[in-house]
C-alpha cells in the first residue's frame, strides 16, 4: 500500500502495538509472570470459530498463554456460569474472553457479568461499562471500539470537535464508541449523533458528518451519495455477500460502499485488514495490563 494512500493500514498499526506489547510482556516474564488468557466458545458458531482462532494465533505470537474451552450448543446457563467461576479462581489466568454470540438458552448479560471486572478483558462487565462512562481510565475498554479510537490516533485524524456519526446502537461497539468519543480529552471531544433503526434520514446525519463509524452490520449500506467530501470512514462492519467469482462463491464486505467511497474520503479502513486487526491489538493490550495489574 502506498505511503499515501487514504487507506487505513490497521494491519500495520496493530503489528506497531504488538511490538510496543511484547516490550511489556517480556518485562513481566522477567518478573515471574506469564499473561494468561482464557476463551470460551459455546456452540459451533462459523464466524466466532475463527475470531477466536485469530486471537489464539496473536497471543501465541505474542508470548500470552491461552487456553480455550469449547462447549456444546447445548450448554445450560449453570454450566457455563460454573466453568466461569473456575477460570475467574485460577490464578495463572488474567483475562477471561467469552465470544459472543451466546446460544439462545443463555442470557449474555449474566454471564458477562459472571466473569471478574479485573479480569474482563472485553470491558462488557457493568463495573467496566460504568467506568468507561464515568471516564474512569482504571477500567477495561471494550476491544474494538477502542481499536477504532487508537486508528484514528495513529493515523492523524484530529478528534476534537469533529462531528461523529456512530451507526448501530450495539453493546459491543455503538454505545462504547459514543462513550469514549464524547469523553473529555484531546483524543476525544467529540460532538456524537448515533444512528439506529429508528432514525428517520440516517443519510442527513451522514452527510454532516466529519468521522462515521459503520456498526450496524448491513453490507455497503452507506453509499457515496450519502457522505461528504473528505470524511474519515472507520468501517467495523463484516457481512458476507455471495459472489460467483470467489473461490467459496462468497466474500466479505463492510458497512461501507469501499470502491465508490475511498476516492472521495480523507482517511477510510478497508476490510479485511481495517479495524479488525485492531479489534485483536487492544485484546492483547487488555490482557499485557490485566497480568500488569495483578502485581499490585
Ligand atoms: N463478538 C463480536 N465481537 C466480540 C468481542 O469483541 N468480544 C467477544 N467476546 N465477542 C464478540
Redesign the pocket.
Known amino acids: 500500500m502506498p505511503a499515501s494512500s487514504n487507506v487505513v493500514d490497521g494491519r500495520a498499526i496493530a503489528a506497531q502495538i504488538q511490538s510496543e506489547l511484547s516490550v511489556r510482556v517480556a518485562a513481566l516474564k522477567g518478573r515471574g509472570v506469564t499473561p494468561g488468557l482464557a476463551f470460551v466458545r459455546v456452540g459451533e458458531d462459523p464466524a466466532?470459530k475463527v475470531?477466536v482462532g485469530r486471537k489464539e494465533k496473536a497471543c501465541a505470537e505474542l508470548g500470552i498463554v491461552s487456553e480455550t474451552h469449547i462447549l456444546p450448543e447445548q450448554t445450560s446457563e449453570a454450566e457455563l456460569l460454573a466453568l466461569i467461576a473456575r477460570l475467574n479462581a485460577a490464578t495463572h489466568l488474567h483475562g477471561i474472553?467469552?465470544?459472543?454470540?451466546l446460544p439462545r438458552q443463555i442470557r449474555e448479560s449474566l454471564v458477562f457479568s459472571a466473569v471478574l471486572p479485573t479480569k474482563d478483558v472485553?470491558g462488557?462487565h457493568p463495573v467496566n461499562v460504568g467506568k468507561l462512562m464515568l471516564g474512569d481510565t482504571t477500567g477495561f475498554k471494550?476491544?474494538?471500539p477502542a481499536g477504532v479510537v487508537e486508528l484514528l490516533i495513529r493515523s492523524g485524524v484530529k478528534t476534537e470537535g469533529a462531528e461523529v456519526v456512530i451507526l448501530g446502537r450495539g453493546n459491543?461497539?455503538g454505545k462504547p464508541m459514543a462513550a469514549m468519543l464524547c469523553q473529555k480529552g484531546r483524543t476525544a471531544n467529540s460532538t456524537i449523533t448515533i444512528c439506529h433503526s429508528a432514525t428517520r434520514d440516517i443519510k442527513a446525519h451522514c452527510l454532516r458528518a466529519d468521522i462515521i463509524v459503520a456498526a450496524m452490520g448491513s453490507a455497503h449500506f452507506v453509499k457515496a451519495d450519502m457522505v461528504k467530501p473528505g470524511v474519515v470512514i472507520m468501517d467495523v462492519g463484516v457481512n458476507r455477500i455471495s459472489d460467483s467469482s470467489a473461490k467459496s462463491g462468497a466474500r466479505l464486505v463492510g458497512d461501507v460502499d469501499f470502491e465508490a467511497i475511498q476516492p472521495i474520503a480523507s482517511k477510510i479502513t478497508p476490510n479485511p485488514g481495517g479495524v479488525g486487526p485492531m479489534?485483536i491489538a487492544m485484546?492483547l493490550q487488555n490482557t499485557v495490563r490485566a497480568a500488569e495489574q495483578s502485581l499490585g
Open positions: 466466532s475470531y474472553l467469552v465470544q459472543a454470540p472485553d462488557f471494550p476491544c474494538t459491543i461497539v479489534t485484546l
